[in-house]
């Protein structure tokens, strides 16, 4: 086996803060008997190899890796891959080798990021190494985070410093549906806990458009760069980032100033609502008005959230449902703050709005409204968030 065929090439990870280049990815290649450079990964993925020629020659890359970029001077980052498939049994050495090369090189540590990778079986093996690596000052990545069924309990165990999405993930969820929702709602988790999203295989900007929409701090991906045989300059992307930052400003200032104005609408539309309900006149409700802004139905609450009126549908005409009659909404994570404003003093025409759902009966994403008619009761309105949309293209 001649080690002189694998070594590192090295993939450029976008920093879209500072639009230099945050870090690189160092990835496994190998020359083949044609001249042809290829990922290294068949062959460590090949049964039939010695799993101690597997080692070596990982160790072999990786050294070649962090001697180069040893040299370099500037703020960025290297990042390994480290596979636990490599660990034997009863082992108390792991990562050693990795640390005492970085000792050799007079590499700071908090310069490389390890990248462990999942491996079926190992879970023990890759909490004690992510352990020993973060003690001894590197970063911690969770690479591939979505693929297979056991990455929530590897963020749980690691509690890594970045957070690589598995590209297949990234891909079908910047295509919209429950996988968007899944990477959306995971930018909660991300932020609350100080771990930096890095979003892989990013190629189209609509996809770069969508990892900033994840959290993503990190674009790694063929939209800037493949993974090059030299480290690229840092500043190599700037004005590329640049470029893209302000389209995604101007886009979604457009659509937040849209949302705005329907938003506005709704409001007024709501307080007018709220006269009518307080006169008891609801034969000039404007329905035409509240449909076109896609307002789906009405009702009132008690303060302690009981559900005291039917129904309102705003159809062709108003209908009436009285199935939700003595319905508790209390629990609903909107409902303490109308109460909170009111019990604050806030105006009688204050007007909060839930986060958006998938509305039961009509399956569409909607949110509901909320206003005080008086000191025991409230009126809450559930719009179409997809009407919503529609209005503010």
């Known amino acids: 086996m001649d080690l002189k065929q694998f070594f590192p090439h090295y993939q450029p990870i976008v920093d879209i803060y500072t639009g230099q280049i945050g870090g690189y990815e160092a990835l496994a290649r190998c020359k083949t008997k044609d001249g042809s450079i290829i990922s ?16 070596t020659v990982d160790r072999h890359i990786r050294a070649t890796a962090l001697a180069t970029f040893a040299t370099r001077t500037g703020g960025e980052f290297i990042s390994v891959n480290i596979s636990p498939s490599f660990m034997k049994p009863g082992r108390t050495d792991l ?62 165990d690691l509690r890594p410093d970045y957070l690589k999405i598995d590209m297949n993930l990234f891909r079908l969820a910047s295509k919209g549906g429950v ?17 930096k999203v890095v979003c892989e295989g990013v190629e189209t900007e609509d996809e770069f458009m969508f990892a900033v929409d994840c959290g993503a701090r990190y674009i790694q991906g063929f939209l800037f760069s493949g993974a090059e045989p030299n480290i690229l300059p840092a500043d190599k992307f700037t004005d590329d980032v640049s470029a893209l930052r302000q389209r995604y400003l101007a886009q979604k200032s457009e659509s937040r100033k849209r ?53 309102y549908n705003v159809l062709d005409r108003l209908t009436i449902d009285r199935a939700f009659c003595g319905f508790n909404w209390s ?34 994403l909607c949110r509901t409204y909320g206003i005080n008619l008086s000191a025991n009761h409230l009126l809450l309105v559930d719009v179409s968030e997809s009407d919503l949309v529609s209005y503010v293209k």
């Open 331 to 364: 629990t609903r994570p909107y409902f303490p703050e109308l109460i909170a404003r009111r019990d604050a003093g806030t105006p009688d025409d204050y007007i909060i709005h839930s986060s958006t759902y998938k509305d039961q009966e009509r399956q569409e």
């Open 179 to 195: 996988r968007a929702d899944y990477l959306q709602a995971l930018r909660y988790v991300t932020e609350r806990n100080n771990i």
């Open 40 to 55: 290294a990964w068949p062959f460590f993925n090949d049964e039939g190899i010695n799993a101690d020629d597997k080692l």
């Open 259 to 311: 949302a705005a104005l329907h938003q506005a609408e709704v409001n007024d539309a709501i307080l007018a609502l709220k006269e009518l309900i307080l006169a008891e006149d609801l034969s000039k409700v404007e329905v035409n008005r509240l449909r076109s802004l896609g307002i789906l139905r009405f009702f009132v609450c008690r303060a302690n959230g009981e559900q005291v009126s039917s129904n």
């Open 95 to 156: 990562g050693e080798n990795t640390l005492a090369l970085l000792d050799r090189l007079e590499l700071p540590p908090y310069k490389v990021v390890t990248e462990i990778m999942e491996s079926p079986g190992k879970r023990k093996s890759v909490h004690v190494l992510a352990k020993r690596f973060r003690e001894a000052g590197l970063q911690v990545a969770i690479d591939d985070f979505g693929a297979g069924y056991s990455h929530m309990e590897r963020l749980f």
